[in-house]
């Protein structure tokens, strides 16, 4: 079975600096990667998805995010990060193959950017 | 029309009554989901439809929980005999196919008292 675990609840982060927010997940099967955001009082939306090819996966809003297969993670990064970042930032692994909408969600990670 | 339309966006009720939570997909998309956010559990995938086919339950976590979508459109979750643990808040999402991106609605906030 398939799971994903977000390391950081909250992140904490002042404007125009790096972020790095963390996950890792487990499953015995190929792999479906997604990062989806959450602003404030919106519904989610998909920042960047890993399917095949390059590791290395750009989104929207300057977002990326690198898949590393040995050590099973998928860390979405930003080299500036802006006040409108500021929202929730969900991890999602594909329960199947055949099917990329049906999703196993980690908890969350919590970006709050500060000025 | 212009996204995933959810309706009552906040929904209170008494702990025992049932509730109907509405979701209305971008047209054209064949693929509907439901998903619950809570607290406690994160977001959980409940059910998903494809069209025509047999929908996709392996995620309702009790008989008290079904779901139809009529005419491949509009769907309706039901909770029945709510409980308190039902309280969160109720996403629906659509895509164009299985396998393209979800698009969310705003979802429904239950608050069981």
């Known amino acids: 079975a398939q799971s994903v675990t977000q390391l950081d609840s909250q992140v904490p982060v002042f404007e125009e600096a790096p972020v790095e927010l963390r996950c890792n997940y487990s499953?015995?099967?190929?792999?479906?990667l997604f990062w989806y955001v959450q602003y404030p009082n919106q519904g989610l939306q998909l920042l960047l998805k890993y399917l095949s090819g390059s590791t290395l996966v750009k989104g929207i809003n300057g977002f990326e995010a690198e898949f590393n297969k040995s050590q099973t993670s998928f860390h979405l990064r930003k080299p500036s990060v802006h006040i409108s970042d500021t929202a929730e930032y969900f991890c999602a692994v594909s329960a199947g193959s055949s099917n990329t909408g049906k999703l196993i969600f980690g908890q969350g990670t919590t970006l709050q950017v500060k000025p | 029309g212009a996204g995933v339309s959810q309706s009552p966006s906040n929904k209170v009720t008494e702990k025992g009554k049932d509730v109907e939570l509405r979701c209305d997909p971008i047209?054209?998309?064949?693929?509907l989901y439901w998903y619950r956010q809570s607290l406690g559990q994160g977001l959980e995938f409940l059910i998903y439809?494809?069209?025509?086919?047999?929908?996709?339950k392996s995620g309702l976590p009790s008989d008290r929980f079904s779901a139809e979508r009529t005419g491949g459109s509009v769907s309706t979750l039901t909770i029945q005999r709510t409980q308190q643990e039902d309280s969160a808040v109720y996403l629906c999402a659509s895509s164009p196919s299985p396998n393209e991106k979800l698009f969310f609605g705003s979802g429904t906030q239950l608050s069981v008292l």
């Open positions: 047209s054209g998309h064949t693929a």
């Open positions: 439809f494809q069209g025509n086919s047999a929908p996709d």
């Open positions: 499953s015995s099967v190929s792999v479906y």
